[in-house]
């Protein structure tokens, strides 16, 4: 309060308008200060008026240069009260403040006093008050230089991905203030900046000179401050590289392509990394800007020391491993939104690296002759990438047109940084077309005594699996390298340096895979019916097909049908008249199938059975329904309990729904 140089009025506020342009008195310091107006004051907080102390706070400063005020210091950097006051001089601030209330209640001055929640900055650290304070620091010039920044971004030289980060960006720049560089650390890059002591000329050099040009004088001393950590950073990009000489890796790698950052630090780095860079190379220093989340715990809350919640990644990579880790950090999100740690993906993620590495102990255990399937890979995938037709059966082509659609897909969305997009379909094709179909498709083949027939399929196996880890290096770089070095086709190259796959302009193979899609549902179909009726999966059955017009591939895929549909028997009939009474249909687009009950259950039995069911589920109904009428129950026991009673009826409903279904079908 003792450096008060005037007190600010809104300039719509009616009450004070003949006001503006007087004179007030400052208590205690008895010294006349002007009444202003200005649009920063808040009408409706407090009185409406408040004083201006522009040494001492950011917005007072604003208002102190906008209207020429006087700028006075009332305490020093050891928080310790000036000679404004004899009385207070030497004190310390928190001491002063309390003296200096309890003067203006002996002048008379104070009309009362209340409390109130303020917006003083706290230090997040120590948790004391900041107290602004004017000092003498170095700046740089900005306006020019963000104007150069800003318009490199508008004219498409650097873009931001997502593109949403321009605003804060533009913000930024489009309304920046000269940039305070100097700071008062014992750490950092030292300004550069050599004062006399004998006549005062500032001196910036490289190397300390050894005499004051001006004066001659050598009586030198350097700045005590640092520069600011984001001007040191913001050099980054070129002074990596071995600027300002132009080395080999300057000339090669700057411009730098993309650079990842979180959203938090646009301002402070990004916008200073492209400043520095026009400044002094006159390139942007990145073309992309790739602007990720910021991980969060799995409440939502950002991770700090304050709140404990901190996750120690080399602590859940000496448990779960790194690939866990990455995996878990990138399934199911979005470019740009905050991620939050869950610790049940990095199960997931261990899963599917069991997942992978069983399917390669299969492929790799029942390969043919080590040199035939070499000799045969190379002739039939080294020479313009060509498949030997004849040697591919309807599910070979199925997988691979999967693969290479895969390929197209995950290339896009690398190219447009969908990185969780691309990793949830690689994990998505590896685990379900590859693993858990692809291969229980062609286990009849890989033990057929046909070396033929076993080497073609291995072919495939090692070719789809070994460039679907290509794919998924990226994301899990360790396992898939110890996997890959273990399979064979693909030469001697370390994964890392591999060929990503070849991505085709057509797809060969769109029949036959929307064929094995229709054969993947009847599949389904057939295992949810054995389900429903108890059938044990060694009870085989005759599977009866209408078709017209896929007869041809449900012949080729007759092996892998037998296996998966727990079938004896494929049998293709013309019309439903060669069908017998009881059988179950099953209908997939144009494909009907019909299984015969009486080869999976004793109808009489499975009617009894389910009679007796039907009267279990019947009185379990029944009670519940009772028990949820009576108002006794309903009023006085908890809502938990309620709730409970009524899922369960719900449940029972359901149960004797699908009983009835299954008797009225028998």
């Known amino acids: 309060m003792l450096g008060d140089t005037a007190v600010a009025v809104h300039p719509d506020d009616e009450r004070y308008k003949d006001l503006v342009g ?11 200060i002007p009444i202003i107006a200005d649009d920063f ?7 409406g008026c408040v004083k201006i102390t522009p040494a001492h706070d950011m917005n007072d400063y604003q208002a102190g240069l906008r209207h020429n005020l006087e700028f006075i210091e009332v305490f020093d950097k050891e928080f310790k009260m000036g000679d404004l006051v004899p009385e207070y001089k030497g004190m310390d601030l928190k001491e002063a403040r309390i003296k200096i209330v309890e003067k203006l209640e002996e002048l008379g001055a104070l009309v009362n006093t209340e409390d109130y929640t303020h917006n003083v900055a706290k230090c997040e650290r120590c948790k004391n008050t900041i107290e602004p304070k004017v000092s003498e620091q170095w700046f740089v010039s900005m306006k020019d230089l963000a104007k150069r920044a800003a318009d490199s971004v508008r004219n498409g030289e650097t873009r931001f991905v997502p593109q949403r980060y321009e605003k804060q960006y533009f913000h930024w720049l489009d309304n920046i203030q000269d940039w305070c560089i100097s700071r008062q650390l014992w750490w950092g890059h030292r300004i550069p900046a050599y004062y006399c002591k004998d006549c005062g000329e500032i001196h910036v050099a490289k190397a300390a000179p050894e005499k004051c040009t001006k004066c001659g004088s050598t009586n030198l001393v350097q700045d005590p401050d640092t520069l600011d950590t984001w001007f040191s950073s913001a050099l980054w990009p070129f002074s990596t590289l071995g600027w300002p000489n132009m080395t080999e890796d300057y000339k090669d790698f700057y411009p730098t392509q ?15 990394m492209m400043t520095q860079g026009l400044e002094f190379t006159g390139e942007v220093p990145f073309k992309d800007v790739l602007v990720h989340g910021i991980v969060r715990d799995s409440q939502g809350r950002k991770m700090s020391k304050t709140l404990g919640n901190g996750i120690d990644p080399l602590d859940v990579i000496e448990k779960n491993g790194t690939d866990s880790l990455r995996f878990s950090l990138l399934s199911g999100t979005t470019m740009g939104n905050d991620i939050r740690f869950m610790p049940e993906k990095l199960d997931q993620a261990s899963n599917f690296a069991n997942k992978i590495w069983n399917a390669a102990k299969f492929i790799t255990m029942n390969l043919a002759d080590d040199e035939k399937v070499r000799e045969f890979c190379y002739e039939v995938y080294e020479k313009n990438n060509a498949y030997n037709p004849d040697l591919l059966k309807i599910e070979d082509k199925w997988i691979l047109n999967k693969f290479d659609k895969l390929v197209q897909d995950v290339s896009k969305n690398l190219d447009n940084y969908d990185l969780g997009i691309a990793l949830d379909k690689i994990y998505g094709f590896m685990w379900n077309e590859f693993c858990d179909w692809y291969i229980e498709m062609v286990k009849p083949r890989i033990y057929s005594e046909s070396e033929e027939e076993r080497v073609a399929v291995s072919d495939i196996l090692n070719h789809v699996f070994g460039s679907s880890l290509k794919l998924l290096h990226p994301f899990m770089p360790f396992v898939t390298s110890e996997i890959y070095s273990k399979l064979i086709c693909f030469g001697t190259e370390d994964l890392m340096v591999s060929k990503w796959p070849k991505i085709r302009d057509e797809f ?10 229709k054969m993947k549902k009847l599949i389904v179909e057939i295992r949810n019916i054995r389900t429903k009726m108890n059938v044990h999966p060694t009870k085989k059955s005759k599977l009866l097909i209408i078709s017209n017009s896929i007869e041809k591939e449900i012949k080729e895929a007759e092996e892998f049908l037998l296996k998966l549909g727990f079938a004896n028997e494929i049998v293709i009939v013309k019309d439903e008249k060669e069908v017998p009474q009881n059988a179950v249909s099953i209908v997939v687009d144009e494909l009907k199938v019909f299984i015969p009950f009486e080869e999976l259950v004793d109808i009489e039995e499975e009617r009894k059975r389910l ?5 279990k589920l019947e009185a379990e109904v029944l009670r519940g329904e009772k028990m949820l009428s009576n108002p006794g129950f309903v009023n006085k026991a908890p809502e938990a309990k309620v709730n409970e009673e009524k899922a369960k009826l719900e449940n029972y409903k359901q149960m004797l729904q699908n009983v009835e279904e299954r008797l009225k079908s028998l």
Do not use: H, Q
């Open 508 to 517: 060969v193979f769109d029949k036959e895979e929307a064929i094995i899609e």
């Open 22 to 32: 007087k004179t007030c008195i400052l208590p205690i310091m008895n010294k006349e």
């Open 611 to 615: 009679e007796g069911e039907k009267a």
């Open 41 to 47: 004051v808040e009408m409706e907080f407090g009185t």
């Open 258 to 272: 993309t650079l990842v950052t979180g959203f938090d630090i646009i301002t402070f780095w990004i916008s200073r």
